[in-house]
Protein backbone atom coordinates (compact mmCIF):
# COMPACT_ATOMS: atom_id res chain seq x y z
CA UNK A 1 0.00 0.00 0.00
CA UNK A 2 1.76 3.31 -1.09
CA UNK A 3 1.35 6.11 1.06
CA UNK A 4 -0.52 9.30 0.64
CA UNK A 5 1.97 12.50 -0.30
CA UNK A 6 0.72 15.84 0.69
CA UNK A 7 1.93 19.64 0.10
CA UNK A 8 2.27 21.31 3.04
CA UNK A 9 0.57 23.99 3.83
CA UNK A 10 4.17 26.67 4.00
CA UNK A 11 5.26 25.12 0.78
CA UNK A 12 1.45 25.85 -1.20
CA UNK A 13 1.89 29.41 0.52
CA UNK A 14 5.39 30.02 -0.23
CA UNK A 15 4.44 28.70 -4.10
CA UNK A 16 1.55 31.24 -3.99
CA UNK A 17 3.84 33.95 -2.59
CA UNK A 18 6.89 33.47 -5.40
CA UNK A 19 3.53 33.11 -7.99
CA UNK A 20 1.98 36.49 -6.35
CA UNK A 21 5.66 38.42 -6.34
CA UNK A 22 6.39 36.99 -10.13
CA UNK A 23 3.07 38.66 -11.37
CA UNK A 24 3.04 42.04 -9.33
CA UNK A 25 7.25 41.71 -10.82
CA UNK A 26 5.77 40.90 -14.65
CA UNK A 27 3.20 42.86 -14.49
CA UNK A 28 5.44 45.83 -13.43
CA UNK A 29 7.32 45.15 -15.68
CA UNK A 30 4.85 45.01 -18.83
CA UNK A 31 2.71 48.28 -17.23
CA UNK A 32 6.10 50.29 -17.53
CA UNK A 33 6.84 48.96 -20.87
CA UNK A 34 3.52 50.51 -21.93
CA UNK A 35 3.69 53.13 -20.31
CA UNK A 36 7.40 54.04 -21.96
CA UNK A 37 5.65 53.75 -25.63
CA UNK A 38 3.17 56.04 -24.84
CA UNK A 39 6.23 58.07 -23.18
CA UNK A 40 7.62 57.65 -26.77
CA UNK A 41 4.93 58.35 -29.06
CA UNK A 42 4.14 61.43 -26.47
CA UNK A 43 7.58 62.52 -27.63
CA UNK A 44 7.18 61.78 -31.68
CA UNK A 45 4.10 64.10 -31.13
CA UNK A 46 4.96 66.57 -29.33
CA UNK A 47 8.10 67.00 -31.98
CA UNK A 48 5.73 66.63 -35.00
CA UNK A 49 3.13 69.40 -33.50
CA UNK A 50 6.63 72.00 -32.57
CA UNK A 51 7.64 71.23 -36.32
CA UNK A 52 4.35 71.62 -37.51
CA UNK A 53 3.75 74.68 -35.60
CA UNK A 54 6.67 76.21 -36.75
CA UNK A 55 6.07 75.38 -40.61
CA UNK A 56 2.28 76.54 -40.18
CA UNK A 57 3.92 80.05 -38.54
CA UNK A 58 6.25 80.19 -41.58
CA UNK A 59 3.42 80.05 -44.16
CA UNK A 60 1.54 82.61 -42.39
CA UNK A 61 4.55 84.74 -42.35
CA UNK A 62 4.66 84.03 -46.49
CA UNK A 63 1.39 84.24 -47.38
CA UNK A 64 1.55 87.81 -45.43
CA UNK A 65 4.86 88.63 -47.18
CA UNK A 66 3.27 87.27 -51.05
CA UNK A 67 0.11 89.88 -50.06
CA UNK A 68 1.77 92.59 -49.89
CA UNK A 69 5.03 92.51 -52.36
CA UNK A 70 3.09 90.77 -55.30
CA UNK A 71 1.11 94.15 -55.18
CA UNK A 72 1.59 96.62 -57.32
CA UNK A 73 -0.26 99.73 -55.41
CA UNK A 74 2.83 98.54 -52.44
CA UNK A 75 5.38 98.56 -54.98
CA UNK A 76 4.44 101.94 -56.28
CA UNK A 77 3.75 103.64 -52.95
CA UNK A 78 6.89 101.84 -51.56
CA UNK A 79 9.49 102.10 -53.63
CA UNK A 80 8.83 104.50 -56.54
CA UNK A 81 6.62 107.07 -54.76
CA UNK A 82 7.86 106.91 -51.01
CA UNK A 83 4.25 107.62 -50.06
CA UNK A 84 5.00 108.08 -46.25
CA UNK A 85 1.76 108.49 -44.91
CA UNK A 86 0.78 105.05 -46.63
CA UNK A 87 4.19 103.11 -45.79
CA UNK A 88 3.28 104.16 -42.18
CA UNK A 89 -0.76 102.96 -42.14
CA UNK A 90 0.41 100.05 -43.40
CA UNK A 91 3.61 99.02 -42.17
CA UNK A 92 3.97 101.25 -39.07
CA UNK A 93 0.91 100.63 -37.82
CA UNK A 94 -0.91 98.20 -39.32
CA UNK A 95 1.40 94.79 -40.16
CA UNK A 96 3.38 95.79 -36.92
CA UNK A 97 0.47 95.53 -34.52
CA UNK A 98 -1.68 92.75 -36.10
CA UNK A 99 1.87 90.40 -36.97
CA UNK A 100 3.95 91.64 -33.83
CA UNK A 101 6.36 92.44 -36.33
CA UNK A 102 9.79 93.39 -34.31
CA UNK A 103 11.04 94.51 -38.04
CA UNK A 104 10.29 95.79 -40.88
CA UNK A 105 12.64 96.41 -43.87
CA UNK A 106 13.07 97.54 -47.22
CA UNK A 107 15.85 97.06 -48.69
CA UNK A 108 16.52 98.34 -52.18
CA UNK A 109 17.92 97.40 -55.40
CA UNK A 110 21.27 99.70 -54.43
CA UNK A 111 21.61 97.60 -51.20
CA UNK A 112 20.21 101.12 -49.23
CA UNK A 113 17.95 99.67 -46.30
CA UNK A 114 15.24 101.43 -44.82
CA UNK A 115 13.46 100.56 -41.31
CA UNK A 116 9.43 100.75 -42.31
CA UNK A 117 8.07 99.45 -39.07
CA UNK A 118 8.51 96.97 -35.83
CA UNK A 119 7.79 97.06 -32.64
CA UNK A 120 11.78 96.04 -31.19
CA UNK A 121 13.46 98.93 -29.24
CA UNK A 122 16.91 98.35 -31.75
CA UNK A 123 14.39 98.16 -34.63
CA UNK A 124 16.56 101.09 -36.49
CA UNK A 125 19.99 99.07 -35.81
CA UNK A 126 18.56 95.58 -36.18
CA UNK A 127 17.42 96.27 -39.63
CA UNK A 128 20.75 98.12 -40.69
CA UNK A 129 22.28 94.96 -40.29
CA UNK A 130 19.68 92.63 -42.29
CA UNK A 131 22.55 91.94 -44.84
CA UNK A 132 25.02 90.58 -42.47
CA UNK A 133 22.92 87.34 -42.58
CA UNK A 134 24.38 85.15 -45.19
CA UNK A 135 20.67 83.72 -45.94
CA UNK A 136 19.69 87.52 -46.56
CA UNK A 137 22.90 88.25 -48.82
CA UNK A 138 21.70 84.97 -51.30
CA UNK A 139 18.21 85.90 -51.24
CA UNK A 140 19.09 89.50 -52.37
CA UNK A 141 21.68 88.52 -54.64
CA UNK A 142 19.18 85.91 -56.43
CA UNK A 143 16.39 88.97 -56.53
CA UNK A 144 18.81 91.35 -58.07
CA UNK A 145 19.52 88.58 -61.08
CA UNK A 146 15.65 88.17 -61.15
CA UNK A 147 16.00 84.46 -60.09
CA UNK A 148 12.74 82.82 -58.98
CA UNK A 149 14.82 81.02 -56.33
CA UNK A 150 14.25 84.26 -53.91
CA UNK A 151 10.66 84.06 -53.76
CA UNK A 152 8.87 82.24 -50.61
CA UNK A 153 11.76 81.76 -48.89
CA UNK A 154 11.87 82.05 -44.45
CA UNK A 155 14.73 81.11 -42.26
CA UNK A 156 16.47 81.60 -38.92
CA UNK A 157 19.25 84.08 -38.70
CA UNK A 158 21.01 85.60 -35.48
CA UNK A 159 21.91 89.48 -35.44
CA UNK A 160 24.17 90.89 -32.24
CA UNK A 161 23.23 87.55 -30.70
CA UNK A 162 19.59 88.22 -31.28
CA UNK A 163 17.48 85.06 -32.68
CA UNK A 164 15.35 86.45 -35.87
CA UNK A 165 12.69 84.55 -37.67
CA UNK A 166 12.88 86.43 -41.11
CA UNK A 167 10.30 86.24 -44.02
CA UNK A 168 12.05 88.14 -46.81
CA UNK A 169 10.46 88.58 -50.58
CA UNK A 170 10.96 90.72 -53.62
CA UNK A 171 8.55 92.60 -55.42
CA UNK A 172 6.93 90.98 -57.86
CA UNK A 173 3.96 92.01 -60.32
CA UNK A 174 0.59 91.27 -60.04
CA UNK A 175 0.21 89.96 -63.51
CA UNK A 176 2.90 86.91 -63.87
CA UNK A 177 4.55 87.26 -61.04
CA UNK A 178 8.15 88.55 -62.57
CA UNK A 179 10.61 90.10 -60.22
CA UNK A 180 10.47 93.43 -60.15
CA UNK A 181 13.69 95.88 -59.47
CA UNK A 182 15.46 93.42 -57.20
CA UNK A 183 14.39 95.58 -54.00
CA UNK A 184 12.79 93.19 -51.36
CA UNK A 185 10.45 93.64 -48.31
CA UNK A 186 11.92 91.90 -44.98
CA UNK A 187 9.58 91.23 -42.33
CA UNK A 188 11.10 90.27 -38.98
CA UNK A 189 10.65 88.84 -35.70
CA UNK A 190 12.76 88.32 -32.61
CA UNK A 191 12.83 85.06 -30.96
CA UNK A 192 12.87 84.87 -27.07
CA UNK A 193 11.88 83.19 -24.65
CA UNK A 194 8.41 86.04 -24.00
CA UNK A 195 7.83 85.29 -27.76
CA UNK A 196 8.03 81.66 -27.33
CA UNK A 197 5.09 81.72 -24.81
CA UNK A 198 3.08 83.87 -27.07
CA UNK A 199 3.56 81.01 -29.92
CA UNK A 200 3.07 77.92 -26.75
CA UNK A 201 0.15 79.37 -25.73
CA UNK A 202 -1.39 79.99 -29.77
CA UNK A 203 -0.41 76.31 -30.86
CA UNK A 204 -1.06 74.39 -27.45
CA UNK A 205 2.55 73.24 -27.15
CA UNK A 206 4.93 72.43 -24.30
CA UNK A 207 6.32 75.30 -22.62
CA UNK A 208 9.40 75.87 -25.53
CA UNK A 209 13.02 77.35 -24.64
CA UNK A 210 15.24 78.83 -26.49
CA UNK A 211 19.14 77.91 -26.56
CA UNK A 212 18.88 76.79 -22.85
CA UNK A 213 20.81 73.23 -21.48
CA UNK A 214 19.60 71.02 -24.06
CA UNK A 215 20.35 68.26 -21.74
CA UNK A 216 18.42 69.28 -18.99
CA UNK A 217 15.28 68.48 -21.20
CA UNK A 218 13.45 65.72 -23.14
CA UNK A 219 13.85 67.18 -26.80
CA UNK A 220 14.89 69.86 -28.90
CA UNK A 221 15.29 71.16 -32.50
CA UNK A 222 17.90 73.53 -34.29
CA UNK A 223 16.40 76.76 -36.04
CA UNK A 224 18.43 76.89 -39.55
CA UNK A 225 19.53 79.21 -42.18
CA UNK A 226 18.64 78.38 -45.84
CA UNK A 227 21.75 76.74 -45.81
CA UNK A 228 20.60 74.38 -42.65
CA UNK A 229 23.61 76.08 -40.39
CA UNK A 230 22.02 76.07 -37.10
CA UNK A 231 21.61 79.48 -35.37
CA UNK A 232 19.45 78.53 -32.23
CA UNK A 233 18.07 75.18 -30.24
CA UNK A 234 14.49 74.77 -29.26
CA UNK A 235 14.23 72.72 -26.26
CA UNK A 236 11.08 71.20 -23.94
CA UNK A 237 9.97 68.50 -21.35
CA UNK A 238 7.45 65.72 -22.27
CA UNK A 239 4.34 64.30 -19.69
CA UNK A 240 6.42 61.60 -18.27
CA UNK A 241 3.05 59.11 -17.22
CA UNK A 242 5.40 56.16 -16.17
CA UNK A 243 7.06 58.28 -13.32
CA UNK A 244 3.58 59.56 -11.90
CA UNK A 245 1.66 55.77 -12.29
CA UNK A 246 4.52 53.31 -11.41
CA UNK A 247 4.21 53.65 -7.61
CA UNK A 248 1.00 53.06 -7.71
CA UNK A 249 1.03 50.01 -9.38
CA UNK A 250 4.20 48.73 -7.06
CA UNK A 251 1.68 49.27 -3.84
CA UNK A 252 -2.08 48.46 -5.52
CA UNK A 253 -0.96 45.99 -8.47
CA UNK A 254 -3.38 43.67 -8.14
CA UNK A 255 -6.05 45.68 -7.32
CA UNK A 256 -5.05 48.72 -9.95
CA UNK A 257 -3.79 46.77 -13.08
CA UNK A 258 -6.61 46.36 -14.76
CA UNK A 259 -7.17 50.23 -14.18
CA UNK A 260 -3.85 51.25 -15.22
CA UNK A 261 -4.29 48.90 -18.69
CA UNK A 262 -7.77 50.75 -19.12
CA UNK A 263 -5.59 54.36 -18.60
CA UNK A 264 -3.29 53.04 -20.95
CA UNK A 265 -6.10 52.50 -23.46
CA UNK A 266 -7.71 56.43 -22.69
CA UNK A 267 -4.64 57.75 -22.83
CA UNK A 268 -3.53 56.38 -25.90
CA UNK A 269 -7.35 57.28 -27.26
CA UNK A 270 -6.87 60.77 -26.35
CA UNK A 271 -3.66 60.92 -27.50
CA UNK A 272 -5.04 59.87 -31.10
CA UNK A 273 -7.87 62.05 -30.74
CA UNK A 274 -6.01 65.02 -30.29
CA UNK A 275 -3.51 64.71 -32.33
CA UNK A 276 -6.62 64.35 -35.32
CA UNK A 277 -7.93 67.14 -33.81
CA UNK A 278 -4.58 69.36 -34.10
CA UNK A 279 -4.53 68.38 -37.63
CA UNK A 280 -7.65 69.62 -38.22
CA UNK A 281 -7.16 72.87 -36.63
CA UNK A 282 -3.28 73.10 -38.32
CA UNK A 283 -5.40 72.68 -41.84
CA UNK A 284 -8.28 74.93 -41.60
CA UNK A 285 -5.32 77.61 -40.05
CA UNK A 286 -3.63 76.84 -43.13
CA UNK A 287 -6.67 76.80 -46.13
CA UNK A 288 -9.00 79.64 -44.53
CA UNK A 289 -8.42 83.39 -43.99
CA UNK A 290 -8.65 84.18 -40.31
CA UNK A 291 -11.09 87.19 -41.41
CA UNK A 292 -13.86 85.99 -43.23
CA UNK A 293 -13.64 82.44 -43.11
CA UNK A 294 -13.57 81.83 -46.56
CA UNK A 295 -10.72 79.84 -47.99
CA UNK A 296 -7.13 81.51 -48.75
CA UNK A 297 -5.57 82.25 -52.26
CA UNK A 298 -3.02 79.36 -51.53
CA UNK A 299 -5.37 76.77 -50.65
CA UNK A 300 -8.59 78.43 -53.37
CA UNK A 301 -5.49 77.82 -56.72
CA UNK A 302 -4.56 74.64 -55.62
CA UNK A 303 -7.81 72.93 -55.12
CA UNK A 304 -9.64 74.97 -58.54
CA UNK A 305 -6.46 73.24 -60.56
CA UNK A 306 -7.52 69.85 -59.43
CA UNK A 307 -11.06 70.29 -60.03
CA UNK A 308 -10.10 71.91 -63.82
CA UNK A 309 -8.27 68.61 -63.99
CA UNK A 310 -11.67 66.27 -62.97
CA UNK A 311 -13.60 68.01 -64.58
CA UNK A 312 -11.85 67.66 -67.86
CA UNK A 313 -12.16 64.12 -67.48
CA UNK A 314 -15.51 63.84 -67.09
CA UNK A 315 -16.38 66.40 -69.60
CA UNK A 316 -18.46 68.59 -67.67
CA UNK A 317 -18.75 72.64 -67.42
CA UNK A 318 -16.97 74.51 -64.62
CA UNK A 319 -17.02 78.47 -64.00
CA UNK A 320 -15.27 80.87 -61.94
CA UNK A 321 -16.83 84.22 -60.49
CA UNK A 322 -14.28 86.91 -59.43
CA UNK A 323 -16.06 89.72 -57.30
CA UNK A 324 -14.36 92.86 -56.25
CA UNK A 325 -15.94 95.33 -53.60
CA UNK A 326 -16.44 98.77 -55.08
CA UNK A 327 -14.58 101.77 -53.26
CA UNK A 328 -14.01 99.66 -50.59
CA UNK A 329 -10.48 101.58 -49.73
CA UNK A 330 -13.11 104.98 -49.19
CA UNK A 331 -14.84 102.60 -46.86
CA UNK A 332 -11.49 101.93 -44.93
CA UNK A 333 -10.45 105.88 -45.20
CA UNK A 334 -13.82 107.04 -43.83
CA UNK A 335 -14.80 104.36 -41.48
CA UNK A 336 -11.22 102.83 -40.63
CA UNK A 337 -10.19 99.35 -40.76
CA UNK A 338 -12.76 98.07 -38.25
CA UNK A 339 -15.78 98.53 -40.56
CA UNK A 340 -13.68 97.53 -43.62
CA UNK A 341 -13.35 94.22 -42.13
CA UNK A 342 -16.63 93.88 -41.35
CA UNK A 343 -17.45 94.55 -44.68
CA UNK A 344 -15.55 92.10 -45.32
CA UNK A 345 -17.34 89.53 -43.34
CA UNK A 346 -20.76 90.35 -44.39
CA UNK A 347 -19.80 90.37 -47.94
CA UNK A 348 -18.59 86.94 -47.12
CA UNK A 349 -21.72 85.40 -45.26
CA UNK A 350 -24.27 86.81 -47.91
CA UNK A 351 -22.34 85.26 -50.65
CA UNK A 352 -22.12 81.71 -48.93
CA UNK A 353 -25.99 82.41 -48.02
CA UNK A 354 -26.17 82.24 -52.10
CA UNK A 355 -24.10 79.37 -53.06
CA UNK A 356 -24.81 75.38 -52.98
CA UNK A 357 -23.12 72.93 -51.11
CA UNK A 358 -20.26 72.24 -53.64
CA UNK A 359 -19.66 75.64 -53.90
CA UNK A 360 -16.28 76.89 -53.07
CA UNK A 361 -16.19 81.07 -51.92
CA UNK A 362 -12.08 82.12 -51.88
CA UNK A 363 -10.74 85.30 -50.85
CA UNK A 364 -7.27 85.77 -53.16
CA UNK A 365 -6.95 89.28 -52.77
CA UNK A 366 -7.86 92.14 -50.14
CA UNK A 367 -11.06 93.22 -51.74
CA UNK A 368 -10.93 90.50 -54.28
CA UNK A 369 -12.97 87.04 -53.81
CA UNK A 370 -13.67 84.34 -56.23
CA UNK A 371 -16.35 81.45 -56.39
CA UNK A 372 -15.64 78.44 -57.93
CA UNK A 373 -19.02 76.58 -59.40
CA UNK A 374 -18.69 72.99 -60.34
CA UNK A 375 -21.37 71.91 -63.14
CA UNK A 376 -21.80 75.61 -63.67
CA UNK A 377 -22.25 76.66 -67.48
CA UNK A 378 -21.83 80.10 -68.44
CA UNK A 379 -25.45 81.49 -68.22
CA UNK A 380 -26.21 79.40 -64.46
CA UNK A 381 -23.25 81.47 -63.24
CA UNK A 382 -23.85 84.52 -64.62
CA UNK A 383 -27.36 83.86 -62.53
CA UNK A 384 -25.57 83.11 -59.34
CA UNK A 385 -23.73 86.35 -59.81
CA UNK A 386 -26.58 88.49 -60.67
CA UNK A 387 -27.88 86.71 -56.98
CA UNK A 388 -25.65 87.93 -54.96
CA UNK A 389 -24.67 91.51 -56.68
CA UNK A 390 -28.59 91.82 -56.06
CA UNK A 391 -28.41 90.35 -52.51
CA UNK A 392 -25.29 92.36 -51.54
CA UNK A 393 -27.10 95.73 -52.42
CA UNK A 394 -30.13 95.30 -51.19
CA UNK A 395 -28.79 94.00 -47.56
CA UNK A 396 -26.44 96.94 -46.19
CA UNK A 397 -24.00 96.62 -43.69
CA UNK A 398 -25.48 98.34 -39.80
CA UNK A 399 -22.67 100.77 -38.21
CA UNK A 400 -24.41 101.75 -35.33
CA UNK A 401 -27.20 103.61 -35.93
CA UNK A 402 -26.41 104.09 -39.76
CA UNK A 403 -26.39 101.55 -42.53
CA UNK A 404 -23.38 101.71 -45.33
CA UNK A 405 -24.74 99.92 -48.68
CA UNK A 406 -22.27 97.73 -50.27
CA UNK A 407 -22.36 97.09 -54.09
CA UNK A 408 -19.71 94.43 -55.88
CA UNK A 409 -18.52 94.52 -59.43
CA UNK A 410 -18.72 90.58 -60.81
CA UNK A 411 -16.82 89.20 -63.39
CA UNK A 412 -17.62 85.46 -64.91
CA UNK A 413 -15.57 83.02 -66.80
CA UNK A 414 -16.33 79.54 -68.20
CA UNK A 415 -13.68 76.45 -68.34
CA UNK A 416 -13.02 76.28 -72.00
CA UNK A 417 -10.55 73.14 -73.44
CA UNK A 418 -6.93 73.23 -72.42
CA UNK A 419 -7.91 76.21 -70.28
CA UNK A 420 -5.47 76.27 -67.57
CA UNK A 421 -5.95 78.04 -64.25
CA UNK A 422 -4.31 81.14 -64.94
CA UNK A 423 -5.90 81.71 -67.98
CA UNK A 424 -9.26 81.18 -66.46
CA UNK A 425 -8.82 83.54 -63.45
CA UNK A 426 -7.60 86.44 -66.11
CA UNK A 427 -10.78 86.23 -68.28
CA UNK A 428 -13.01 86.51 -64.78
CA UNK A 429 -10.51 88.93 -63.74
CA UNK A 430 -10.87 91.09 -67.32
CA UNK A 431 -14.91 90.81 -67.00
CA UNK A 432 -14.58 91.99 -63.31
CA UNK A 433 -12.55 94.95 -64.67
CA UNK A 434 -15.03 95.14 -67.38
CA UNK A 435 -17.69 95.83 -64.91
CA UNK A 436 -15.75 98.27 -63.11
CA UNK A 437 -15.07 100.38 -66.17
CA UNK A 438 -18.88 100.22 -67.01
CA UNK A 439 -20.19 101.62 -63.93
CA UNK A 440 -19.81 99.24 -61.15
CA UNK A 441 -22.15 97.17 -59.29
CA UNK A 442 -22.86 94.90 -62.46
CA UNK A 443 -21.91 91.32 -63.96
CA UNK A 444 -19.75 91.05 -66.90
CA UNK A 445 -19.62 87.71 -68.65
CA UNK A 446 -16.61 87.27 -71.00
Known amino acids: MHKQ??????????????????????????ISFFFHIIDDQTRTVDAARVDASIKHENLRYTDIS??????????????????????????????????????????KSNEEIELLGGNAPNAEKYASKLLQSPS?????????QHDKQALNKTYFTNIDGVTFFISAQPFTTEENEEIVDGSMLVFARIIDNQS?????????????????DAKKYDDSLYLKELDGKPVAQLSWHIDHRTTAFVPYLTLFLLGLLGIALIIA??????????RSQYEDVLFTAATTDPLTQTYNKRYFASYTRNQIMLFERQKRHLSLIVLDLD????????????????ALIHFSTICRNNLRGADVLGRIGGEEFAILLPGA??????????????????????????QLTITVSIGVATHQDSLEFAELVKEADEAMYEAKRSGRNRVVAH
Not at 329 to 334: A, H, L, T, V
Request: proline share 1%; charged share 25%; aromatic share 12%.
Open 136 to 144: LKQLFGWSK
Open 377 to 402: DIDNACKVAERIRKSISNEPLTIGTR
Open 265 to 274: RTVLQKDQKD
Open 5 to 30: KYFSANSVISTITWLIVAMMIASLVL
Open 196 to 212: LKEFVKAYHLPALHINA
Open 327 to 342: HFKSINDQYGHDVGDA
Open 66 to 107: YEYTNWDLAYQKTVVERDIEWMTEKYTIYLTAHYNMSVIALI
